[in-house]
């Protein structure tokens, strides 16, 4: 299996503009999972979804920052707009479901507000 | 709320020195897990532990999880220079999918 798969894997924009990062979990895990990672703040979980249902969005930092996972395959995590205090390292991670669980991380995209 | 702690926060060793990282939960923990990240890179895996008191080797790693899944820690013999990174406990949130990430120890060897 190739992993979770991320894209892009940098990405650089304007404040204000919108921004769409794209994850594709391991094929066959029912579990999904978007962080956040800056120096300040750590790994941080925005939301994961199970059986492609939003469970628990409670990371997510504003209106601003939206997640979807329209099937078992993929899932978008999109910011609308854009803020330099957005800028951070964004992995997806999946899991097989079950609480014991490991999770399994992407390469993470790198994204850059300017 | 459940929170997860780790120190050190950094530890810059001379390479063959060992290394140890802590790793504290508010609350009793089902199982914790630990991951890698190289500078740069994504979380690894490394291990879960599930048993209390329970014990794991990974050729120079050694995991330990506490008699009360409370604590755990990682030591690392000899450390080497590939093992620069940083160290991350995480333990699942009450009975759900969702992991607490503990800050993470940096690891630094000096070659």
């Known amino acids: 299996d190739a992993g979770v798969i991320q894209s892009p894997r940098h990405e650089v924009t304007e404040m204000g503009q919108e921004v769409t990062l794209r994850c594709k979990p391991i094929?066959?895990?029912?579990?999904l999972f978007w962080y956040r990672q800056t120096m300040m703040r750590g790994l941080e979980l925005l939301i994961y979804?199970?059986?492609?249902?939003?469970?628990?969005d409670s990371g997510m930092p504003e209106d601003r920052f939206s997640a979807k996972m329209p099937n078992a395959s993929f899932s978008t995590l999109k910011i609308q707009p854009s803020e330099p205090r957005d800028s951070a390292v964004y992995f997806c991670?999946?899991?097989?479901?079950?609480?014991?669980?490991?999770?399994?991380f992407g390469p993470g995209t790198r994204l850059t507000v300017l | 709320g459940q929170q997860v702690m780790q120190i050190p926060q950094y530890q810059h060793v001379q390479e063959g020195e060992d290394f140890t990282t802590y790793c504290n939960s508010s609350?009793?923990?089902?199982?914790i897990q630990w991951y890698k990240q190289r500078p740069g890179g994504h979380p690894v895996f490394l291990i879960q532990l599930v048993k209390s008191g329970e014990v794991k080797k990974q050729k120079r790693l050694t995991f330990q999880f506490g008699e009360a899944k409370k604590n755990s820690s990682l030591h690392i013999t000899a450390t080497q220079t590939t093992d620069v990174g940083t160290y991350f406990c995480?333990?699942?949130?009450?009975?759900?999918?969702?992991?607490?990430f503990g800050s993470g120890t940096r690891l630094l060897v000096r070659p």
């Open positions: 995480a333990g699942p949130l009450d009975s759900s999918y969702k992991l607490i």
């Open positions: 094929s066959g895990h029912n579990s």
């Open positions: 991670a999946s899991s097989l479901g079950t609480f014991t669980d490991t999770q399994y």
């Open positions: 609350t009793t923990l089902s199982n």
């Open positions: 979804f199970n059986n492609n249902v939003p469970i628990d």
